[in-house]
């Protein structure tokens, strides 16, 4: 059991220590706290300024990608147009194909014939003008040959 021996008698300059002491312990209290507060705001920020350019970086390059992709609504318009495109040349080329099967065409390869027949008479023109050039040759080599002879003896007599 408490008695009041044990407690302490205050006076007026004992409980102006007691409150100075109190109000100097709560002061540094809140000065401690105002310095945590300080470093946690300090590292807040800097980790707030870490996370704006990591992230303004991929806004960066999401911007990138957007200017360099094209709208849907733009790419299958060109798919479209490239698959009609592609649907008339086969329309095209398969009535080519079965007029041609049918012998409808108006050449028929005739003009190809024609041609490769225009080719081949050339050659043989060529040919037949190689040949009598060299006969010619052959012969005048031949006369100038004779004529030589007759000269050398007829310049031995």
Not at 59 to 78: D, N, Q, V, Y
Not at 106 to 118: D, K, L, P, V
Not at 121 to 132: H, N
Request: charged share 30%; aromatic share 4%; with cysteine.
């Amino acid at each position: 059991m408490k008695t009041m021996a044990d407690e302490p008698v205050w006076t007026i300059e004992s409980l102006k220590e007691h409150f100075e002491q109190r109000f100097t312990d709560s002061q540094r209290k809140v000065e401690d706290a105002l310095a945590a507060s300080e470093k946690a705001i300090a590292k807040a920020e800097a980790k707030q300024d870490s996370y704006n350019a990591t992230h303004n970086d991929l806004i960066r390059k999401a911007e990138r990608l957007a200017e360099l992709t094209m709208p849907r609504e733009e790419i299958e318009s060109r798919i479209s147009s490239v698959r009609e495109h592609c649907d008339d040349q086969a329309k095209m080329t398969a009535d080519r194909v079965e007029e041609l099967r049918r012998g409808e065409s108006h050449n028929a390869g005739g003009e190809e014939i024609r041609n490769q027949m225009r080719q081949l008479m050339r050659w043989i023109i060529g040919l037949g003008v190689t040949v009598v050039g060299m006969v010619l040759g052959g012969v005048i080599g031949l006369l100038g040959l004779i004529a030589g002879l007759v000269y050398f003896l007829m310049g031995r007599h």
